[in-house]
């Protein structure tokens, strides 16, 4: 944002406004296991996927990343990062 980090609050609450009322949506490919993410990855650089490529997982931090693929709806701890 650099320049305009002064912003960051104003984008931040409008944001989640279009995201909670669905003006802005997104699409993403999950696929399910470890176990085929070499594969999953192949099919990423040949495009087999519709836009974020997601592969799930039940190891550590798996809590943080389904909550964040589900759709960010405000500011919570799976929410943008600080730095952003």
Known sequence: ???YSDKAAEFTDLMAGW???GVVT???TVREGLDNAP????DLL???NTGTMVVPSDGPGAAGVGATR????G???HS???CC
């Open 39 to 42: 594969q999953d990855f192949l």
């Open 46 to 48: 040949a495009g087999g």
């Open 19 to 21: 995201l909670a009322e």
């Open 80 to 82: 943008v990062p600080e």
């Open 26 to 28: 997104w699409e993403e």
């Open 70 to 73: 589900r759709g960010w709806s």
């Open 75 to 77: 500011r919570d701890e």
């Open 1 to 3: 944002m650099g320049a």
